[in-house]
């Protein structure tokens, strides 16, 4: 999650399973919900369904607090904190809430969530259903780093975006990698749009497969991208522990600035995130 | 054609079978009959039963179809907008209605691509305008366009109260800085694009407006809109008929709302009037505070003979042209009321406002003051002015546009009221002196301005003498 990440074409992938199993679990379920059905990673060993109110659960998620340098490296404007105003659990979601106010220098507050130290992992399938916020300079995101960071700093540890929006493109998400030779405007990944819906109105599954060797990108059912060693232009990082992070940033770079006719607050609804080996 | 007729056999042979059968319900395989749901109103050609009605006063001809100029397909809309000075009209404008009736309810916008000859904001473009009551007027205001193909989206602000829509499609344009140019439509359809999102409608235009009132006035709500954001990131806003809405009062005993969106106060106290559209709240609101009835003026009691009246039930009055001009910068409103057979004039969010009487205009010549009784809610810090004009030998009213006052042959005079003359709760009889710069030339009085910051009822205007 960096700037100038563009979108760069890729081949679509279609594995046999992921023709065959969507067709399977159509004639069996006979229903068009969202979860998503283009997977092989089928253990859960991770899940929070955020069903218990308050605070999100602390044997899980930790918190980047503050500017960060340089807005986390992306002139990004918000100040994170930890405060019940900008992350809670509630009704069955976790809440991420920007909100437009002075605070520590900074115009606005929002919150990112991690897993450094608490939870993390080497491969699996990695997903999450969520309701994004809208209008120009929202930036939510749900993505990996490589658990080795503080000893090999970034790109050299990795990244995997698994979710990334700007939301003054309401219908359009990207997945992209970032690693040493391919990061910020240099990473490599792709967007998908919905043809007749958008990410801020309803609900949808947003994950990667992982394994040795590939990550496959995908949203509800449909599998939109592959990428393998053979697609970057430097090192194949991804075979190491990465752990997980949520956050909602406010303008920077990859964005650009809210403008006038931004609402706030604006939330980023999180139902479940969902780990399997 | 044939669709509507036989659409119309079966709805009424389903009243009927619902008149004879008295004992029978509807059972549950009957569907109720729906109008078409065609969703094209101009691919190449009329799409079935669309019908073109130009406004009058514009240029009858300037829609035509274009079979070189076009998005796709074999033709395109044309649309020639006239100069400034065009003998066959000021402008382009028209109605597309089908009145057969279409249900929409199935779409959530009404796309079209389009270009011009050059750069240019058309005024209005839209739907839900047949002529008739335009109850779900929607508009786009304003909508910039230029020299290449670009696609445009009017989100239809709730498509279930469209099932019986007839107002396809609607435009009006005029010379941009006086100039005539063309425009092209084409592809005109409503759609079903699932990506018209975060409604956010307004009354007022979003403002909390406050309003003291009192027993019999009626007025309407004005700035209604609707705001989507479309698939692009841009919020969109249309202007939108009240049908759309859902008006309620906190405190029907005291004022009351309809479904056109008129407020009628019915009583003594305070009420909130909000809105929703389709179970979204809208922004803004009129909070009032009504004082209840007032106390009537007695019947002036001097001689008709002495009096030239323009608004008075007392005597005969004069022909005049309006009670607001709506001049441009203008913000006041204007309502007739009338309470126990006596009429009144109700000026609201004064900031100036002209009456004028040219046709034809007053001779005063043998008159000696201006009378009016006014009365108002608003507290003593109040400002009013009054000016009186006479047009001069020349016929006509000339005014400086940046001042407002005189030029040429007119002559006029300006009276303040002073603020502690005005009394909350009262009515206060204003006397001016006909003297100043009209003592010599009052035989051609064709105009009234009054300027000022205060909600009032007005009554009794006349010129008399003594």
């Not at chain 1, 050299?156 to 910020?184: C, K, W």
């Not at chain 2, 079935?48 to 009605?53: I, K, N």
């Not at chain 2, 000696?368 to 809610?377: Q, V």
Request: negative net charge; glycine residues 10%.
């Amino acid at each position: 999650m960096n700037q100038g990440n563009q979108s760069i074409p890729k081949r679509l992938f279609i594995s046999v399973q992921s023709l065959l199993l969507p067709t399977l679990f159509f004639l069996f379920l006979g229903c068009s919900d969202d979860t998503q059905k283009v997977v092989n990673f089928t253990t859960l060993v991770m899940q929070d369904e955020f069903d218990k109110n308050g605070a999100p659960d602390p044997n899980l998620w930790g918190f980047d607090i503050g500017r960060g340098q340089n807005g986390w490296g992306n002139n990004e404007l918000q100040f994170y904190t930890n405060r019940s105003k900008n992350v809670t659990v509630k009704d069955g979601n976790l809440v991420i809430t920007a909100e437009k106010e002075s605070f520590s220098g900074a115009e606005y507050t929002s919150a990112r969530l991690i897993t450094k130290g608490k939870f993390e992992q080497t491969y699996g399938r990695f997903e999450a259903r969520m309701k994004l916020p809208w209008g120009q300079g929202l930036w939510p995101a749900f993505w990996m780093l490589g658990s080795d960071i503080d000893t090999n700093p970034w790109p050299g540890a990795g990244e995997i975006d698994i979710m990334e929006f700007r939301g003054q493109n309401p219908s359009t998400m990207l997945g992209t990698v970032h690693g040493p030779g391919y990061s910020g405007g240099q990473s490599i990944g792709k967007s998908y749009t919905l043809k007749n819906g958008r990410f801020d109105t309803e609900f949808h599954v947003f994950g990667v497969e992982w394994g040795p060797n590939y990550i496959n990108f995908y949203v509800d059912n449909v599998l939109y991208n592959q990428l393998t060693p053979a697609d970057l232009p430097g090192k194949w990082v991804f075979d190491k522990p990465f752990y997980l992070l949520l956050n909602l940033a406010v303008g920077g770079s990859f964005v650009g600035s809210p403008n006038s006719e931004t609402v706030f607050p604006q939330t980023f609804l999180i139902d479940y995130v969902r780990v399997y080996k | 054609m044939k669709t509507n007729k036989l659409l119309f056999a079966i709805l009424i042979g389903f009243i009927a079978m619902f008149i004879s059968g008295c004992q029978r319900n509807l059972s549950e395989e009957v569907k109720v009959a729906k109008f078409p749901n065609n969703p094209a109103v101009y691919i190449d050609g009329f799409s079935g039963g669309l019908q073109y009605f130009p406004f009058g006063g514009s240029k009858l001809d300037a829609f035509t179809v274009d079979t070189q100029t076009r998005y796709a397909g074999s033709s395109s809309m044309r649309f020639d907008v006239p100069n400034v000075g065009d003998p066959t009209g000021a402008y382009a404008g028209a109605i597309f209605p089908d009145n057969g009736g279409r249900d929409l309810s199935g779409y959530d916008a009404l796309t079209f691509w389009a270009k011009a000859t050059q750069s240019a904001t058309i005024n209005e473009i839209g739907f839900g305008n047949n002529f008739g009551e335009n109850k779900f007027l929607t508009t786009l205001n304003n909508m910039r366009i230029n020299t290449t193909w670009t696609k445009y989206t009017i989100p239809l602000p709730d498509p279930s109260r469209l099932t019986l829509e007839k107002g396809m499609f609607w435009y009006a344009e005029g010379p941009e800085n006086g100039n005539g140019y063309t425009f092209w439509i084409d592809e005109l359809k409503y759609e079903k694009l699932g990506t018209i999102a975060q409604p956010r409608p307004t009354i007022f235009n979003g403002a909390e407006k406050l309003e003291s009132s009192f027993i019999g006035v009626t007025s309407t709500i004005s700035g209604l809109t609707q705001t989507f954001n479309l698939v692009s990131g841009q919020n969109q806003t249309v202007s939108v008929g009240p049908a759309y809405f859902d008006f309620t009062s906190s405190n029907p005993a005291v004022a009351l709302v309809n479904e056109k969106g008129v407020v009628s106060i019915v009583g003594t106290g305070n009420a909130k009037i909000t809105a929703e559209l389709n179970g979204v709240k809208a922004k803004g609101s009129l909070s009032i505070a009504s004082s209840g009835n007032i106390t009537l003026l007695p019947a002036p009691s001097r001689p008709a003979a002495n009096v030239i009246s323009l608004f008075s039930n007392a005597y005969p009055n004069v022909p005049v042209d309006f009670f607001n001009g709506f001049y441009g910068g203008s913000t006041t409103q204007t309502a007739d009321i009338k309470i126990n057979n006596d009429n009144l004039k109700y000026y609201t969010q004064l900031n100036y406002v002209g009456i004028e009487f040219n046709n034809p205009s007053v001779n005063a010549t043998s008159m000696e003051f201006l009378h009016l009784d006014i009365w108002t809610n608003e507290p003593t810090s109040a400002n009013f002015e009054i000016k009186v004009r006479d047009r001069g030998a020349n016929g006509v009213l000339n005014t400086n546009v940046f001042t407002g006052g005189p030029i040429e042959d007119d002559k006029e005079i300006t009276y303040t009221v002073p603020s502690s003359q005005i009394t909350k709760g009262q009515w206060v009889s204003i006397d001016i002196p006909l003297t100043g710069s009209i003592a010599t030339q009052k035989n051609n009085l064709a105009q009234i301005v009054f300027v000022g910051n205060i909600n009032f009822l007005l009554d009794n205007l006349y010129f008399y003498k003594n």
